[in-house]
């Protein structure tokens, strides 16, 4: 018997919504009210997301992300900023004492992301696992030089044709790993380079340049257009297949979708939360 899992498709919501449901999920499944669970969603408006330790009034154009009428907020997880607009957003929470779930970041983050790398293949992308081997490569990851997310691969991230396809974040609370990313459809490099901080434009354009040849989108790379609605499903059979699992759609009921919304309001839709850095 294959084990059961959740699988909640929340379609576009807020920045807030949607760093809420994923801590409410971790929450839940340590307290053993709900089995582990794998969410698909989306972002209204397009959203900047940066990392847990990263310094938002440093590294951010503020003036830039409201001209552009982008959402903004900090993530539970680690990293890069991230600009979430044309992608499918995952999440994948589920027990630290999951059979078979390897006990280090690296390789848990290996087991969890054979699920994308099914899903890049059943789309027809020759998709595999970076991995750094140089001591450049391991010390890079200790130190990126850039605040965006797609700058570089770390380790077990998917790459096509050398170029990094999908960027995700791990973090691990009360016994239960949430591993959380985003698998890119299309990408603006101007509007995602224009809500950083730069010493000068030539520092800025010099990145830029670097990150078109370390990073791509779906769409550029397929060869055809691939929608929304296909990467859902090439996805949710790809996690299926990987991890072994029967996933059952789930719907929240009102009690959860009430509290959801409250810790998105007093939580991660404050200051407080936002710029604790």
Known sequence: MKAKWRFIDSNNRSPYYNMALDEALLEWHSKGEIPPTIRFYGWNPPTLSIGYFQNAEKEINFDKVKELGLGFVRRPTGGRGVLHDEELTYSVIVSEEYPNMPKTVTEAYRVISEGLLEGFRSLGLEAYFAIPRSEEEKNSLKNPRSSVCFDAPSWYELVVEGRKIAGSAQTRQKGVILQHGSILLEIDEDKLFSVFNYPNDRVKER???????????????????????????????????????????????????????????????????????
């Open 207 to 277: 990145m830029q340049r670097a990150f078109r040849s370390k990073a791509v989108a779906i769409n550029a790379i397929a060869g055809r257009k691939i929608s929304i609605e296909e990467a859902k499903k090439a996805f949710y059979k790809g996690f299926a297949s990987a991890l072994d699992i029967d996933l059952e759609p789930y719907t929240l009921s009102e009690e959860e979708e009430a509290y959801v919304e409250e810790l998105a309001r007093t939580k991660y839709g404050s200051d407080e939360w936002n710029f604790k850095r």
